[in-house]
């Protein structure tokens, strides 16, 4: 192990292993990741196959796109399944309801599609 690198990423997480996966992706080769015990041990296990495509804010819903995407990218270019199945949900709440459910959701996928109740 080297005494310098350009980047040092701490923790092998969800989000650890996303930002070297970036690092590399934009160029980066002097980088280092530094996980204390195995890849996603911490907290990331128990999030794996919880994400859902739809969401009210359009930015968040970027987001998720962009992340199912990356997911389909990385079997193409690893050729290992990462065990993404779409296969879809339903999200309810009734129209007069206060806490913000009834308002326009946006979906993240393409597979993702919205059905409003009048």
């Known amino acids: ?5 350009q980047a040092v990423v701490i923790g092998g997480g969800v989000v650890g292993t996303s930002v070297l996966y970036h690092l590399a992706k934009f160029g980066w080769k002097d980088v280092c990741l530094i996980e204390r015990d195995i890849l996603t ?3 990331s296990w128990h999030a794996a196959g919880g994400f859902h495509a739809l969401n009210a804010d359009p930015n968040i819903a970027g987001l998720q796109a962009y992340t199912i995407d990356l997911l389909s990218e990385i079997e193409k270019e690893s050729g290992q399944s990462v065990g993404m199945h779409m296969t879809g949900g339903l999200v ?6 206060g806490n913000g459910c009834n308002r326009p959701i946006v979906p993240s996928s393409p597979s993702a599609s919205t059905i409003a109740a009048s």
């Open 41 to 43: 041990c911490g907290s």
């Open 1 to 5: 192990m080297k005494s310098h690198y």
């Open 92 to 97: 309810l709440a009734p129209p007069t309801a």
